[in-house]
């Protein structure tokens, strides 16, 4: 079955610090690998995708189809980076399409 | 530019009343999708819609209907409203499934009593 694994609820980093948000996936064909974020009071909304190999807001994600990862990583952390940080499989199947999320990971950036 | 609006934003519900949440998008969007985001649980898909007039099971769907007669509209039933289904309901559209950008709505913070 698909399935989406953060194993951290709760990330907590000094500003400046590097930080790392695990996301590992459970699927049998091409995966399709997102990060969400959503900010306090604000609506979920897409931070990268792994098909765009993009850097957003300093955040960079790269997929490891070999350990089934999709780890979102920042350099220097800011503390606006606080927020609540979803990883999410996109998969196709007769004839659909289903976006999965992990079960999200908090970070907190500490001034 | 709306986006993705969902109606209400809050609700209390007494057990066994039902409801309908209503969720429109104006970006044209193939893929409508209803959301549960519980603690600790994270979000998980209650049904999705991959066209007007087409609806589809999700993860968690027992204790919930859906329809989908207007392309820009997907409505979430609770025929018989639980305590299990106090919860933030997130509705989301995209424009195709794969690999395209799904935009969410505000959510609706219901809590049935």
């Known amino acids: 079955a698909q399935r989406v694994t953060q194993p951290e609820k709760l990330l907590s980093v000094f500003k400046g610090a590097p930080v790392e948000l695990k996301c590992n996936y459970s699927?049998?064909?091409?995966?399709?690998l997102f990060w969400y974020v959503q900010y306090s009071r604000q609506r979920l909304q897409l931070l990268l995708r792994h098909i765009s190999r993009e850097s957003i807001k300093g955040f960079t994600a790269d997929l490891n189809k070999g350990e089934t990862s999709f780890h979102l990583k920042k350099p220097f952390a800011q503390e606006e980076d606080s927020a609540m940080y979803y990883c999410a499989l996109g998969y196709s199947g007769a004839g659909s399409y289903q976006l999965t999320f992990g079960k999200g990971t908090k970070l907190s950036v500490i001034p | 530019n709306a986006g993705v609006t969902q109606t209400p934003k809050f609700r209390v519900l007494k057990t066994g009343q039902s409801m309908t949440l209503l969720c429109a998008q104006d970006?044209?969007?193939?893929?409508m999708y209803w959301y549960r985001q519980d603690p600790g649980m994270g979000l998980r898909l209650i049904h999705y819609?991959?066209?007007?007039?087409?609806?589809a099971k999700g993860e968690v769907p027992d204790g919930y209907n859906v329809s989908r007669l207007k392309k820009q509209n997907f409505l979430l039933g609770l025929e018989s409203a639980a305590p299990s289904q106090t919860s933030v309901y997130f509705c989301?559209?995209?424009?195709?499934?794969?690999?395209?950008?799904?935009?969410f709505g505000q959510g609706t913070r219901l809590t049935v009593v």
């Open positions: 989301a559209s995209s424009y195709q499934g794969s690999n395209t950008e799904a935009f």
């Open positions: 699927y049998s064909g091409s995966p399709e």
């Open positions: 970006m044209n969007h193939e893929y």
């Open positions: 819609s991959v066209g007007e007039g087409t609806t």
